[in-house]
């Protein structure tokens, strides 16, 4: 039979094959990042209508916007952020900590978010519960108190903040924290270990307090002590920390807990809240649903 010269090679058929395939897959997650990373200040929804806790990500997403920029509008010691984390949802993907990383360009060994996994029974009856813990912004906090050059202090709205031209890494309020939420830095990057030169990345600013620091041997927050912020310099632009947008089991919820109509204040105040360690009187702002 005589061969048909119209038809493709078959080299050439895989080749446009595989062109479809990568389209197919960029189209899949281009929503994706953009529903987690777009400019939030674009975005906004009439919150008229009470929204159902089972409505869509989007839904959830949106009220809190809207909740931050109600919040926004009020005087500063009027406000007290808090958060709220559904750990019955937490599907312990480490999503958050990845994100919080990322946003805020920490160096190897440092995470403001880490995810704890708690274990109960035994084999072959074992069960996991994963927890998320971000600093808990307390409304009592022993951190500030040991601080012996008063460089971390409480906000108004109840943000505990750090002041990195004034610390000098003593290391006094990493003790004094009962919840470990605050880590040093000591001045590594990822290619200390492997050899080679600082990445691009590791160049960037981190938006920290708004403040922009690139980090560089002998300046700050090389030396200091750091800590999760509740992604402030998001906050204070009406939009979500870095946590809440990137988690998939739609965990995690943030907001004004002085406000009753906000979605956070409306949570924290189900029966089946806890917060950690609450006996130590820290009174902390991270409530945890179970």
């Excluded at 895989?14 to 953009?34: D, G």
């Excluded at 830095?185 to 990822?190: C, E, I, N």
């Excluded at 200390?192 to 041997?217: I, T």
């Excluded at 906050?235 to 998939?248: I, N």
Aim: with cysteine; charged share 30%.
């Amino acid at each position: 039979m005589k061969k048909d010269n119209k038809k493709p090679e078959r080299r050439e058929f895989l080749k446009k094959a595989s062109k479809v395939s990568l389209a197919t897959i960029a189209s899949a997650l281009l929503p994706m990042s953009v529903m987690g990373l777009a400019n939030e200040e674009e975005i906004s929804i009439s919150t008229s209508e009470p929204i159902d806790k089972s409505g869509s990500v989007d839904e959830l997403k949106n009220r809190m916007r809207e909740d931050i920029k109600r919040a926004m509008k009020k005087p500063i010691d009027e406000r007290r952020w808090g958060m709220v984390i559904d750990l019955r949802k937490c599907v312990g993907c480490n999503g958050c900590t990845i994100a919080c990383i990322t946003e805020n360009k920490l160096p190897p060994g440092m995470a403001y978010r880490p995810v704890l996994t708690e274990t109960h029974g035994t084999y072959p009856n074992v069960s996991r519960r994963f927890i998320p813990r971000p600093c808990l912004q307390c409304d009592n906090p022993p951190c500030t108190e040991v601080c012996p050059v008063n460089a971390t202090w409480k906000r108004k709205d109840g943000i505990i903040t750090i002041d990195y031209d004034q610390c000098i890494g003593c290391r006094y309020c990493i003790t004094a924290c009962p919840y470990s939420a605050r880590s040093f830095d000591s001045g590594f990057f990822y290619n200390d270990f492997a050899g080679g030169e600082k990445q691009p990345y590791e160049k960037l600013p981190s938006p920290e307090y708004n403040e922009n620091r690139v980090r560089e041997e002998g300046s700050s927050p090389i030396g200091n002590v750091r800590k999760c912020t509740f992604c402030l310099h998001r906050v204070e632009k009406g939009e979500l920390p870095a946590c809440v947008l990137t988690c998939m089991g739609r965990a995690t919820y943030f907001g004004d807990l002085n406000d009753s109509k906000s979605l956070v204040s409306e949570l924290a105040g189900n029966p089946n809240v806890m917060r950690l360690k609450e006996e130590l009187g820290t009174s902390p702002k991270v409530f945890y649903l179970t």
